[in-house]
Nanobody
Framework: QVQLVESGGGLVQAGGSLRLACAAS????????MGWFRQAPGKEREFVAA??????VYADSVKGRFTISRDNAKNTVYLQMNSLKPEDTAVYYC???????????????WGQGTQVTVSS
């Protein structure tokens, strides 16, 4: 069983940056596909980014602004978010799974989420 704990959320002005971190425990971290999703109030949870080995995929809405990375020695995955926009406001969730996909159903383990709020 894998446990995931996110950190790094907060309040930032539009155009600013945040870096989210997700610490994993309870499994062989390097074996998992790691992903980030987000959910805004009243909306479905949506894909943000995923990383498998050195292959990264991003949602079109964040491409060029967000970067996913991982440190296997620290069992941690990161999401660097630059040029933030008010529409990026959401709860951000870290996820781990065996399938490299954009669907929430591709992932087996989830963190509790961290709030990101971008003010205009």
């Amino acid at each position: 069983q894998v446990q995931l704990v996110e950190s790094g959320g907060g309040l930032v002005q539009a155009g600013g940056s945040l870096r989210l971190a997700c610490a994993a425990s309870g499994g062989t971290f390097s074996n998992y596909v790691m992903g980030w999703f987000r959910q805004a109030p009243g909306k479905e949870r949506e894909f943000v980014a995923a990383l498998r080995w050195d292959i990264r995929v991003y949602a079109d809405s964040v491409k060029g602004r967000f970067t996913i990375s991982r440190d296997n020695a620290k069992n941690t995955v990161y999401l660097q978010m630059n040029s933030l926009k008010p529409e990026d406001t959401a709860v951000y969730y870290c996820a781990a799974g065996q399938r490299f996909g954009r669907s929430r159903y591709d992932y087996d383990y989830w963190g509790q989420g961290t709030q990101v709020t971008v003010s205009s």
